[in-house]
């Protein structure tokens, strides 16, 4: 065998051992990670009617395309992600939800005819969890959020529905978070959930 076939058989040898070797570790490489779950355990509510303050059996609450029928005290849970909905309850829109976690708030008032009025939760941006200690302010009323973020602001029941004209801000404000504000309409008018979020300073 003549030295030129000896380094070709030797350079043959030499790739399949790579090729051999690169083979046996990638068939050992790391699996690719799980994704993070979006989704939270869920969060609960009641569906309220407003006048009685009872439980309203049998309501649809929809947020998105998941939904749920409430049991005999009005209550539901929902497995759902975290997220800015237009929840529906039987069919009629019920404002705008911002979903947080499992610890979230979902109540909700029907049956509230004339009557005029705003409610939801305050939460933290950021951190996705409920601002304790914010004031809200609508219409020269100013409420403060509990620990769940909570706040409720009622008026008046006019047979019109509807009080003031003008273009209308909700206001929050808080120490450790810069302001935040939405319109809510030309003046006020029905019953409505509506959340927001606030960013820390």
Same mark, same amino acid.
């Not at 058989?9 to 799980?34: E, W």
């Not at 979006?38 to 049998?58: E, W, Y």
């Given at each position: 065998?003549?030295?030129?076939?000896?380094?070709? +058989? /030797?350079?043959?040898?030499?790739?399949?051992?790579?090729?051999? $070797?690169?083979?046996?570790? *990638?068939?050992?490489?790391?699996?690719? =990670?799980? =994704?993070v779950?979006?989704?939270?355990?869920?969060?609960s @509510?009641?569906?309220?009617?407003?006048?009685?303050?009872?439980?309203?059996?049998?309501?649809?609450?929809?947020?998105?395309?998941?939904?749920? #029928?409430?049991?005999?005290?009005?209550?539901?849970?929902?497995?759902? =992600?975290?997220?800015?909905? !237009?929840p /529906?309850?039987?069919?009629? /829109?019920?404002?705008?939800?911002?979903?947080?976690?499992e610890?979230? +708030?979902?109540? &909700? &008032?029907?049956?509230?005819?004339?009557? #005029?009025?705003?409610?939801?939760?305050?939460?933290d941006?950021g951190?996705?969890?409920?601002?304790?200690?914010?004031?809200?302010?609508?219409?020269?009323?100013? $409420?403060?959020? @509990?620990?769940? @973020?909570?706040? +409720?602001?009622?008026?008046?029941? =006019?047979?019109?529905?509807?009080?003031?004209?003008?273009?209308?801000?909700?206001?929050? *404000?808080?120490?450790?978070?810069?302001?935040? *504000?939405?319109?809510?309409? +030309?003046?006020?008018?029905?019953?409505?959930? #509506?959340?927001? !979020?606030?960013?820390?300073?």
């Amino acid at each position: 065998m003549n030295d030129s076939s000896a380094l070709m +058989r /030797r350079f043959v040898l030499a790739v399949l051992v790579v090729l051999t $070797v690169g083979c046996q570790q *990638s068939a050992h490489a790391p699996s690719t =990670p799980t =994704p993070v779950p979006t989704h939270i355990p869920g969060f609960s @509510g009641r569906v309220v009617d407003f006048t009685t303050n009872a439980g309203v059996v049998g309501a649809r609450v929809s947020f998105g395309d998941t939904s749920a #029928i409430t049991g005999s005290d009005g209550s539901y849970v929902l497995d759902t =992600p975290r997220g800015v909905y !237009e929840p /529906r309850i039987d069919d009629a /829109r019920a404002g705008v939800a911002r979903v947080t976690g499992e610890s979230y +708030r979902g109540d &909700f &008032f029907v049956r509230t005819g004339t009557c #005029i009025g705003r409610y939801g939760t305050i939460s933290d941006r950021g951190a996705s969890q409920p601002i304790a200690g914010a004031t809200v302010s609508l219409g020269g009323q100013n $409420v403060t959020t @509990g620990k769940d @973020g909570w706040y +409720r602001i009622d008026f008046t029941c =006019p047979a019109t529905g509807v009080i003031g004209f003008n273009t209308t801000f909700m206001n929050v *404000s808080h120490p450790d978070y810069t302001n935040a *504000s939405t319109v809510v309409g +030309r003046g006020i008018a029905g019953y409505t959930r #509506i959340d927001l !979020e606030m960013d820390r300073r």
